[in-house]
């Protein structure tokens, strides 16, 4: 009985071939005779309408044929097909998916369905794609996803098996058996181990097969289990890379996007999470994109229904408030089967006992990145076993490796594996944590010496003992000098303090000095501004002067980054005196550092009148400086300042200097070629731009936020100016996205002044998707912080004009003309005497379009008279056609429709010209 239905099975399985193979040959042979046939009778035909009718038979009969030769070819698929469900939430995947494609077809993998895979060039084995990353980051749902999609390549099967449980490995017979039996091998099942992967390789010889591996833990799993025929596909998951031997290679999965990751989480949650855009934001930043807890807390929030704890208002407040209070934070992320918690561990579970304590002592650092050497003083190893420990971690995903050339790879942790290497750091004794602090403070504090020393050698008779050759080469040798210092800015703030209570007066303000404008993502502002005071005190006790104005100017740094303009200035105002009062060699050069300082905060404030002035002074006290960094530097912020303030220069690109000229040059490039790209409606090379600055972050968080608020006017931009209608709504959302995240950024620093730009910027953007009163909202909260701030007026008057300008903007979407026009205008003459003419125009152009909603022509012709001159003069099309069309409203208005036609003609010219 089991042979006949053996013999059955296989005669069913011919014939379901031999049908797939008559459908291609239909699809290949058939379908061209049709058009050939038709082509012969229309020629033989005399009458036109004969011809024609000839013409649309043959090609009504062609496109009938092919989804009945689809429909076929569905009906003889797989006979065991155990696909894996198809994700529900996938998104931002689309370079992953095509990076499987290309692998797909180097490997020779089938690509079309009428297609008869061809024989590959390596045929010794079957496809194999290999995806490995860190627990929870979606190899799942890519590798399900994937499979869907190429499932009509292999119409004899579709195997899934895990390879392990909880990371225990599953017993290789086991798994075989379970493949025989989907493969309906009666009578073959439970034999010898060696009988059934023989027979196994027999069965899936001439078949075109596709298996699944999940959660492999060895590369030895995989062999046991790969198919003998040529034509099968095999697909593998697992945490760590276990294709390093194959000619293959794995594809390594990263967390997705922050737009990416609005999508998966808004989608589990419900649209209702887009109306929190500030708790949707910190619930993404505390999971770190993860796409398995942003699962999770998302199915939380929708099986709560709108329901929340006292004194929490919504469900989506107290989920980003109880996130906040880490570490522990994983626990709070579990609902069902979506346990992150459970997935790290279980890969941490893996590490022998070393490995575990060298994970768990990484959460003492206070840097976002670390070296390889870092565990030697930790764990009093030496550095060869320090990096063998770390290129574990790395290869077991419980770190990730930064690559940034030149330089060293540095390595980081993901948020909620820091979260995790805390909670169990709790656990450690005191006694071992103490010592192993101390003697990183005390590594790290000789590694700061070798620096100084490598930047000014003569500083060898000043500074205390020189460290080892070894601790030197570690000293930033490596990689550049203005990025080391940023990512070691929280241990170098460590290092100036226990330099200055060791007595170190010298090397306790010399390590003060390198510091300034940076932000790290995990130092408090009051203990850095504490170390920046203990630094001029050990200056003074030194009685070095150019200590204390250079200590001076590093602090005036930091709050200009911080954007604490009163004190900022106070603190440089404090510099200038004392530089200027002093005889020291480098005066003009300290001089030239203040201004600098100076004009990058009233630029930061938009108040371009003023920044322009300090950048003159400072670009005349570089001359005599050998230092070209410094004269880059100032070109780049005088350009960045003319634009904004001359309308001929606001298309200009005059960045023509290269990233390689230090990383602060580097920067501002970026950021300055993303505007001039911006303003050129060049979406794609602007926002290149700003993902290639933030790459170079290393931690600092003034960086993160001031992008992502960059990103954010772009894609409001694009919204506004450059996006097809249907698309529109998608650069908006983005704009949502991007705005919120960079006002959460500014909030964890914390900024005051950032955090109301960017809930400036958010308001524009709920207001461009029509959420007056969310906007109403945010614009009134920002202008009753800023004047909660207290800054003095000059500084207040660029923030206080650009509150007013999106309050009237606010106000005109409300239907309430009388109050917009009174903000409007108070904005523009503040704009006005800032120099800021392009916020000035764009002011007018509003004015004119109240004023002609109100019925006032004459004044609305005015205003927008003034706002077309200056868009001419800048060649802003864009903002010049949207003039145009306004204008000519007005003049058909007050009756003057030639006027009127020849405006609305040069509008037409100027949106044919940017469709080009």
Partial sequence: MRSFKRRRSARARRLRNGLLIACKFFSRAVLPLTFAFATRMAAKTQSANASLRWWILATTIS?????????????????????????????????????????????????????????????????????????????????????????????HGVFREPLSEGGVARPPDEILNSLLDKLKANGFVNQTAAENLEHFRKLTHSGRYLIILESALSANQIEELMPDGLRCAVLVTSGRDIAETTV?????????????????????????????????????????????????????????????????????????????????????????????????????????????????????????????????????????????????????????????????????????????????????????????????????????????????????????????????????????????????????????????????????????????????????????????????????????????????????????????YNTSFETLEEAMRQALASSVSKRSLLAARIHREMGLAWLQLGAYSNALPQFSLALSEFAGSNDPQDQRLIGILSAETESARRPERWLDNPYTASVADGEVVAYRLHLGRSEAARRAYRWEAAEKELHEGLTSNLGDARRRASIQYRLARLALTRYRNGAPRRGRAAYAEQAIQYAATSLLRFQYMPNPIGEIRARCMLASALLATGRTKDALYHGERAQGDLVKIGLKSELAKPLFARVGRLLGQVRLADDDPGRAKDLIAEAARRFKELDDFRSYSECKFLMGVIQYRSGDYIDARLSLAGAHAYFAKSGDTVQLRSTLFAMAKVDYKIGKKLAAADHFLEAMRHRRAVSR
């Fill in 63 to 155: 496109f009938l044929a092919i989804p009945v030769v689809e429909w076929l070819a569905r009906r003889t698929r797989a006979t065991v097909a155990e696909l894996p469900e198809r994700p529900h939430a996938f998104y931002g995947r689309e370079d992953d998916m095509r990076a499987l494609d290309a692998e797909y077809r180097a490997q020779g993998g089938a690509r079309h369905w009428w297609r008869l895979p061809k024989r590959r060039r390596h045929a010794r084995s079957p496809v194999r794609l290999y995806l490995h990353g860190q627990p929870g980051v979606g190899k799942g749902a890519l590798l399900a996803e994937y499979a869907h999609r190429i499932a009509r390549h292999y119409p």
């Fill in 248 to 564: 293959t290679g794995s594809h390594l999965v990263k967390v997705p996007t922050t737009n990416a990751a609005w999508d998966i989480f808004c989608s589990v949650a419900g649209d209702a999470a887009r109306s929190h855009p500030e708790c949707v934001a910190e619930i993404i930043e505390l999971c770190g994109c993860l796409p398995l807890a942003l699962l999770a807390a998302a199915a939380q929030l929708a099986d709560r229904k709108g329901i929340a704890n006292p004194p929490y208002e919504d469900p989506y407040t107290e989920m980003a408030a109880t996130l906040r209070k880490g570490p522990g934070r994983l626990g709070q992320l579990n609902h069902g089967a979506m346990v992150p918690r459970q997935r790290i561990e279980a890969e941490y579970a893996r590490l022998g006992e070393l490995e575990r304590r060298a994970f768990r002592f990484l959460a003492l650092l206070e840097t976002e990145t670390f070296l390889p050497w870092v565990l030697s003083p930790l764990l009093e190893v030496t550095d060869a076993v320090s990096a063998n420990l770390i290129g574990r971690l790395a290869r077991a995903q419980l770190i990730e490796v930064v690559g940034q050339r030149p330089g060293p790879y540095r390595y980081t942790f993901h948020p909620l594996v820091r979260d995790l290497a805390h909670t169990l750091l709790m656990d450690e004794n005191a006694a071992d944590m103490e010592p192993a602090s101390a003697r990183f403070e005390e590594e790290f504090l000789a590694v700061a010496v070798g620096f100084l020393l490598r930047r000014r050698p003569l500083l060898v008779n000043v500074l205390p003992v020189p460290p080892t050759p070894e601790r030197m080469e570690m000293a930033g040798s490596a990689e550049p000098s203005q990025r080391w210092v940023r990512a070691e800015y929280a241990n170098l703030v460590r290092a100036s303090s226990a330099a200055h209570r060791q007595g170190e007066w010298a090397l306790s303000w010399r390590i003060a000095a390198l510091l300034g404008g940076c932000v790290p993502l995990r130092l408090a502002v009051p203990d850095a501004l504490e170390v920046f005071e203990l630094a001029h005190m050990a200056a003074v006790r030194d009685a070095a002067i150019d200590g204390e104005i250079e200590v001076l100017i590093a602090k005036g740094s930091y709050l200009v980054s911080t954007e604490d």
